[in-house]
């Protein structure tokens, strides 16, 4: 190993031999994304920007006086911000509809153009022709439907004035559709993706959205009809007694009647989970969900489905299935480091094995997953959970979800509110230890209260409580247990497989790195840190190029790569470079050689598979974090904009662990050091953690008719309340 002239060059500590592969989730939905490499220079001078717009549509010709959906995508920011314009006719709406002039435009060629609001010097383009009519006229049936996941539904065309009938199916755009959004066969009969889509509602909050079938005409592209699909998730229906979990449900009184503006508004979440303890069953969910954050009272009545998913936010037609028993004090000082609530079941109103809805492991006839019970006992203890690790919940509002934890040992802060308004006591708590699921599109608003489990073993891991809009948080199930005390064991049966992470949506522990952008300037300073120890560098026996490029740690900042030999043993390749960070690029031969630019960099990045954002690492990585973690962990939490921090796995160098820091997009915050302690940081930013975003309980109003406000009573039924 060649020795370094200057002690700024950190060092890593494990071998490459000791590395394996693993990631974090408090933030929900973007999504963002972690981020794969953009170029700059080295010896050239470097792009003004490394951001790009792309622009698509289904097709290239519209009809006069007809619509067309554009859609655009932004590489290089997790931005995906654009404004729309149209040169040649037509109008084009801010979500990219465009509506063709009455008469054909001269000459006929519109272009229509996104430009990005990240950086305005940005822009992608798309030309389509108008055309004065089309003989070949499309529809579909049915227009609109509403099919639970897993399920089936037939969707038949119709094509008049061609004797060429036949079309093309198209799922939100993708020909065939996709494990995502659910598949549709060439005779138009769609399957339903195993979870309720999601999307971000730009206020930090994860909801969810409807999917769109197409069908175009083979005969003339130009002519096309679409049905807008709501996948609504079994979870979200009113059971049949005994209920089985993962269900909509929460406390009876879980509403406010707001006699000034004239409305009823009402929350629910999701039934998790069945525990036992001193003989007895209770139902296991979030004090949020079955004690109003800390407003309900020991004896609430508990109900299925909730107020949420009842015609009148009233009680009407619903099951009181238990009464709340104990719950933690959220407010309490110091925290009591769980958001958790029990209700004792009324015997013959819940199922007694525990069993989950979507949670086993075979299948019905039709081929959707039958409910199954959790593994029993006490779950996985914190101390054994594993970064990488696969996981799935099955909740009140999106259904069954699948993916992977991202990070352990996180101390974060989440924000609630009293009242199922928001009007109330507004506040916030500190937890500690607690374990992040990435992808915000694990769960939306109503599926607090959910039991996470294994994938490979259905075994309790967490009890979901909050997120943001890219990711979820849960609570230990060791820390929930021990809370309650009295041998506290989850009812459940042998360990097994969740059949349904791979029917028809595949687990989403693989998703790949999306680019973001850094500005320039930071590639430039990286480029001239690169060039000053480039001989030091290159030294490395395993090193076969020296580029420079984006990180995947820290999205916002550059990072000089390494483009290594792959399965040559790692001689302690530096962490960080007067500051800046490292990744790590393993291939048996690379194209290139020697320091490289930004350009070829890239170009040598192509050449290789797409990053994970989890990786696994070793206990003995998860050990060296420990350390780092607790001796930094309190300082970096008092920094503003901070909002957790845990231990997750890198992407700049699979098979390492870092320092995972949640950072609050927007906020401005102190900048994150490259390495602390030895160890890579990595920074995660999303909204705000709160018990009122994704993860959390959903919240409805009913407006009431002026002559029949006065006869309303609070929690009872009126058939004048409408949705």
């Given at each position: ?7 700024s060059?950190e ?8 590395m ?10 973007p ?14 001078a470097?792009?003004?920007s490394?951001?790009?717009?792309t ?23 997790n ?21 063709a ?24 383009s ?19 439907a ?17 004797s060429n ?6 799922v939100?755009?993708v ?27 730009g ?8 999917l ?17 699909v ?8 009113t059971e ?35 525990v ?6 209770y ?10 954050s ?18 009148t ?25 769980v ?24 299948v ?15 779950g ?11 996981v ?22 989440v ?38 489990v ?5 075994s ?33 049966g ?61 999205p ?30 393993e291939?048996?031969?690379f ?6 630019s ?14 994970q954002l ?8 998860m ?7 607790t ?19 890198s ?14 997009r ?16 990595r ?14 309980e ?5 407006k009431?008719?002026p ?10 039924a009126?058939?004048?309340i409408?949705?």
């Amino acid at each position: 190993m060649p020795a370094l002239a200057h002690a700024s060059l950190e060092r890593l500590v494990p071998p490459k031999e000791h590395m394996t592969r693993a990631t974090i989730g408090l933030f929900f939905l973007p999504i963002v994304l972690f981020f794969s490499g953009c170029s700059g220079s080295s010896s050239t001078a470097p792009p003004s920007s490394l951001l790009s717009v792309t622009v698509t549509a289904p097709r290239s010709t519209v009809v006069v006086g007809q619509t067309l959906t554009f859609t655009a995508t932004v590489a290089g920011t997790n931005n995906q911000a654009v404004t729309w314009s149209v040169t040649g006719g037509g109008t084009i709406s801010n979500i990219g509809v465009y509506t063709a002039p009455a008469t054909v435009p001269n000459p006929a060629k519109v272009t229509v153009t996104a430009t990005s609001q990240a950086d305005t010097t940005k822009s992608g383009s798309f030309t389509v022709t108008v055309v004065s009519s089309s003989a070949v006229q499309v529809s579909v049936q049915p227009a609109t439907a509403s099919v639970s996941d897993f399920r089936t539904q037939q969707f038949t065309p119709t094509v008049t004035g061609s004797s060429n009938t036949a079309v093309t199916w198209q799922v939100n755009g993708v020909t065939g559709g996709s494990q995502k959004f659910g598949f549709i066969s060439s005779a138009g009969l769609f399957v339903a993706p195993s979870a309720v889509p999601t999307k971000s509602d730009g206020q930090g909050n994860t909801i969810t959205t409807t999917l769109t079938i197409t069908a175009i005409s083979q005969a003339d592209s130009t002519a096309s009809a679409t049905s807008a699909v709501t996948i609504v998730p079994e979870n979200a229906n009113t059971e049949p007694v005994p209920v089985e979990l993962g269900t909509t449900g929460g406390n009876a009184h879980d509403f406010v009647n707001n006699t000034a503006k004239n409305t009823i508004t009402c929350c629910g979440g999701t039934l998790g989970s069945l525990v036992t303890r001193g003989g007895l069953q209770y139902i296991l969910s979030d004090n949020h969900i079955l004690a109003r954050s800390d407003g309900a009272t020991v004896g609430d009545a508990i109900i299925q489905p909730g107020l949420i998913d009842t015609a009148t936010c009233t009680t009407a037609g619903t099951t009181t299935v238990a009464n709340l028993s104990q719950f933690s004090n959220l407010q309490a000082s110091p925290s009591q480091n769980v958001d958790a609530a029990i209700a004792q079941v009324i015997t013959g109103k819940v199922d007694p094995a525990g069993k989950i809805i979507y949670l086993g492991a075979s299948v019905d006839a039709n081929g959707v997953p039958v409910a199954g019970a959790p593994q029993a006992g006490t779950g996985i203890p914190a101390s054994s959970v594993a970064v990488g690790r696969a996981v799935a919940k099955s909740g009140r509002s999106t259904g069954l979800t699948c993916s992977t934890i991202e990070a352990t040992n996180i101390s974060t802060s989440v924000d609630y509110t009293v009242n199922c308004d928001g009007t109330g006591t507004k506040f916030t708590v500190n937890y500690s230890n607690q374990i992040g699921v990435i992808g915000g599109d694990f769960s939306g608003e109503g599926d607090s209260g959910s039991l996470i489990v294994t994938q490979d073993t259905a075994s309790p891991l967490a009890l979901l409580y909050a997120g943001s809009d890219t990711d979820t948080v849960g609570n230990p199930v060791a820390d929930v247990l021990n809370f309650f005390g009295n041998n506290t064991l989850f009812v459940g049966g042998a360990a097994h497989t969740v059949v349904g992470c791979s029917l028809p949506t595949a687990p989403q522990s693989a998703k790949t790195v999306v680019p973001s952008s850094v500005a320039s300037q930071v590639i430039q300073q990286a480029t001239a840190t690169r060039d000053l120890h480039a001989a030091e560098l290159l030294a490395y026996p395993e090193v076969q190029a020296v580029g420079v490029g984006q990180s995947y740690d820290s999205p916002k900042e550059a990072a000089i790569l390494f483009f290594v030999t792959q399965g040559e043993s790692r001689t302690n390749l530096p962490t960080q470079v007067d500051g800046v960070r490292t990744r790590v690029i393993e291939q048996p031969l690379f194209a290139k050689r020697g320091a490289i630019s930004a350009e070829d960099s890239a170009m040598l990045e192509k050449s290789v598979a797409a990053p994970q954002l989890v990786y696994s690492v070793s206990d003995a990585e998860m050990a060296r974090a420990k350390v780092v973690h607790t001796a930094h962990v309190e300082a970096l939490m008092k920094q503003t904009g901070v909002q957790g921090v845990g231990i997750g796995s890198s992407v700049d160098s699979p098979g390492e662990a870092v320092l995972m820091i949640f950072t609050i997009r927007g906020v401005p915050q102190d900048p994150i050091p490259a390495v602390i302690d030895g160890l890579r940081t990595r920074v995660r930013e999303s909204s705000r953690f709160r018990a009122g975003s994704a993860g959390s309980e959903v919240q409805r109003a009913c407006k009431l008719p002026p002559v029949k406000a006065a006869s309303i009573k609070p929690g009872t039924a009126s058939p004048t309340i409408k949705r």
